[in-house]
C-alpha cells in the first residue's frame, strides 16, 4: 500500500529540484552575457581591423550603424532581463532568448552589409567562429543557443544564396549543411551541462539529508545509509555520463585542430595569416575551457595514468619562466624560478607540468603586489617543488575547502577572469595520482606556500642525459609511411594534411577492408599504424591491428586514439605495447607520438619452419 505522504514529498522534491536547476540556469547565463559580450568585441575588433578593398555606400554605413545600435540594445536589454531573475526565472530566460535572437539579427545584417566588400572566405569564417563561441557560453539553455543560431545564420545563408554568385552559393550551401551539426552539437552541450547540475544537486540534496538524520535512531540510520549510497551513485553516474559524452563532444573539436595546424604551415598572405592565428588562438581558448570541464571526471574514472620516467627539472623550470612571464609583467610583479642545474626527477613530466601550472595560475590570479616565485629544491632522494606567492592568503580553517571543486574564497561574484574554482581540485588529484605529498602553509595578508614532494633520481649523469636528449632529437619523420583509419572523413583529410607537412607518406582509410585494400596495393608495408578505436560497422582498434599484422610481415608500431574516458580500454592498449591518445589531439602530442612510434621499430616476426 503507498503511503501519500511519501507521495507528496516525491512530489515535492521534483518541483523543489526544476526550481533550483531554473535559478541556477539564469544565474549562469547571467555571468555569461559578460563572456558573449566579450567575443561579440573580439570579433568587432577584427571586422574593424579588415581592409575593405570597395569604396562603403552610405546606406550600407547607416545600415551597418543600426545593426550596431540593435546590438547595444540588445544587450542592454539582456542585462536587465537578469535583474528579475531572482523572482521570475522562467519569464527572465524567455527575455534572454529575445535579447540573443536580436543580438545574432543585428550581427546578419552587419555582415550582409559587409559581404560585398571582404574579399575571400574570412567573413563566414568569423561568423562561424561567433555561433560556436555564443553557443558554447550560453551551454546552459538550449533555447538561447538555438535562437542565436538561427537568427545569424539563416539570414547569412540566404543572403549568400540569393547573391547569384558561384562562391555565394557554395558558401551558402556549406553554412546550411553545417547549421544541423552546430545545433546537435549545441543539444549534446546543454545535455551535458543540464544532467552535471542535476547530479550535482541531488548529490547535495542527499549530503544534507545526511546531516539532518545523523542523530535519528536505528530506523533513520538505515535510511541515512541509503541516502549515502544514493549520493555515492549519482557522482558515478555523473563521472559515467561525462566520460560517455567526450567522445561526442571531442571529435569535432579534434579535426578542427588538425586543420588548424595545418593551415598555419601554408603560405597565406599578412591578413589571412593574422585570422589563421586569431582562429587558432580563439581555438585554443575553447580547447582549453573545454579540457578544465571534463578533466576532473577523467581523473576520477581512473583514465589518466602515470608514466615515470627520468627528466631534468632545470628545462621545465625555463619553460615555465618564459609562459608565465608576460603575465608577470601584465600585472607588474616579479616572477623568479630557482631550479639549479642537474637535478633529475622521476616522475611523470607531462602531469607534474600541468600541475606547477595550475599552481602558479592560482598564485598570479590572487597575487596583484608583491611577485611570484617557482623554486626546485633537492632534499635527499626527494625534491621539494615550491610555488610562493605574496597574495591575499587563506584563512587556515579554510585550508581544506580550497580543494573542493568551484570553491574560490576569494571570489564570491564568481567573476569568471578568476577561474571556475577547478585548478586546486585538479592540483589535489594529480597529487594524488603522481603519489607525491602536497604541503599548503598561508598567512592571510601575506601570501601562501604550496610545496610538493616528488622523487628524485640519482643514477643519472647530465652528460648521460644530454646525449639521450640529443639521439631523440635527431629522430625525422620524412619518408615514413603512415596507415591511418578512421571512418570520419574530416579526420581523414586532417591528418594526410598534417602528415604530407611533415614529410610522411598518408595511406586513408575509412574502413578495415580499405586498409588491407589499399596495404596489398602498395608498394611497401606501413611503418606505422595509426587507428581511431570506433570505427563502423561495430569495428575496433583491435580489429584494424589484427586485421593488419596479418597481411604485414612484422609487428607493426601502433597509436590508438580515442575520445573515450575509459581507463580500462587505455590500460588494454598499453598492455599490448601500443600508444594510445586521447581527443582532441595536437600536432605537437603527434609528433611526439610519432617520434616515440618510430624509436619502437619495427619488431621482426619469428620465422616459421
Known sequence: MSDPKAASDSTLGVAAMDERISRWRIGVLRQQVIYAGCLHVLCATVLAALPLPKPFPALQGVALAAAIWIAGTAGCYGFTATRFAARYPRRAAGLFCVAVSLWALAWAIAFQQLLPHVPGTALPAIVLLLAAGTALAFAA??????????????PFAAHLL????????????VVLALLPLYLALCRRLNQVVLENCRLRIESEQAAEMLRERAGADAVLRERTEQALRTAEQACADKTRFLAAASHDLRQPVHAISLFVAALKLENFDTRAKYLVDRLDRSLAGLDELFNRLLDISRIDAGVITPSARVFEAHPIGQTLETRFAPLAAGKALRFHVHCPKGLFLHTDAELLIELIMNLLSNAFRYTERGGVLLAFRPRGDKALVQVWDTGCGIPEDHLDRIFDEFVQLGNPSRDRRKGLGLGLAI??????????????????????????????????????????????????????????????????????????????????????DEALKYVDASLRYPDVLITDHRLGDHKTSFDAVRAVSAVVPYEIPVIVISGEANSVLEREVQDMGWLFMNKPVNAAGLYHALQRALALGRKELPQVA
Not at 162 to 173: E, H, P, R
Open 162 to 173: 540569393a547573391g547569384g554568385a558561384a562562391d555565394g552559393l557554395s558558401l551558402g550551401i
Open 141 to 154: 539553455s538550449f533555447a538561447a543557443m538555438a535562437c542565436f543560431t538561427l537568427f545569424l545564420l539563416l
Open 427 to 512: 592540483v589535489k588529484r594529480l597529487s594524488g595520482i603522481l603519489g607525491c605529498t602536497l604541503h599548503v602553509r598561508s598567512t592571510p595578508g601575506k601570501g601562501s606556500l604550496f610545496e610538493l614532494e616528488v622523487a628524485r633520481s640519482t643514477d643519472i649523469s647530465a652528460a648521460d642525459y644530454a646525449a639521450t636528449q640529443a639521439q631523440q632529437a635527431e629522430q625525422d619523420l620524412s619518408g615514413m609511411l603512415v596507415l591511418v583509419v578512421d571512418d570520419e572523413i574530416d579526420i581523414l583529410a586532417a591528418m594526410e594534411a598534417i602528415l604530407s607537412s611533415w614529410g610522411c607518406y598518408a595511406i586513408l582509410a575509412r574502413s578495415i
